[in-house]
T-cell receptor, first 115, second 113 residues
């Protein structure tokens, strides 16, 4: 079946640095990718929707300059947390779907800890 | 609008007990309905889905029936195991929203031996 690989699974960084998280669809072309943030014991919060070759659409309240999303190819989307601060510590999950498909495939998530 | 209301947890059951996690929805169009499961420290995995009224999704002993008249998609399992301990998310997708999914708040299930 469809597989989405997310990397890194865990990352620890110092405050003020930037961190990039990659999301790859391994065996299908992902025309749309979604980025979520999940706080402990809470549901998924949709951050942004990215379509290949176009700018991401951010949800209300999500800072586009802080959470940079790039979807340069049909198999890769990246989320860069710029100038990270401790409050950005969270579990970030990507998901992908192919054109016409009505199923989301999720990555395993990335645990970001900002010291 | 589109939304999912899910039974609040946490839920704790003994092994082999019967499980029901309630889920109801509102949708502007004709939704597809899903249950996703999240094991500790992992992403979400599709557990089952149903795309039209009266469809029953099933997988690993779990079942859910798409009930349009009650706008519900309750998850059931006849005999839970310790390995079923996880967080379960009900979700819907409406085709006119470009594959955007709407998730419930999640229900944490712990099964004790």
């Amino acid at each position: 079946g469809a597989v989405v690989s997310q990397h890194p699974s865990r990352v620890i960084c110092k405050s003020g640095t930037s961190v990039k998280i990659e999301c790859r669809s391994l065996d299908f072309q992902a025309t749309t990718m979604f980025w979520y943030r999940q706080f402990p014991k809470q549901s998924l919060m949709l951050m942004a929707t990215s379509n290949e070759g176009s700018k991401a659409t951010y949800e209300q309240g999500v800072e586009k300059d802080k959470f940079l999303i790039n979807h340069a190819s049909l198999t890769l989307s990246t989320l860069t947390v710029t100038s990270a601060h401790p409050e950005d510590s969270s579990f970030y999950i990507c998901s992908a779907s192919s054109s016409g498909a009505n199923v989301l495939t999720f990555g395993a998530g990335s645990r970001l800890t900002v010291l | 609008g589109n939304s999912v209301t899910q039974m609040e947890g946490p839920v704790t059951l003994s092994e082999e007990a019967f499980l029901t996690i309630n889920c109801t929805y509102t949708a502007t169009g004709y939704p597809s309905l899903f249950w996703y499961v999240q094991y500790p420290g992992e992403g979400l995995q599709l557990l089952l889905k149903a795309t039209k009224a009266d469809d029953k999704g099933s997988n690993k002993g779990f079942e859910a029936t798409y009930r349009k008249e009650t706008t519900s998609f309750h998850l059931e399992k006849g005999s839970v195991q310790v390995s079923d301990s996880a967080v379960y998310f009900c979700a819907l997708s409406v085709s006119n929203t470009g594959n955007q999914f709407y998730f419930g708040t999640g229900t944490s299930l712990t099964v004790i031996p």
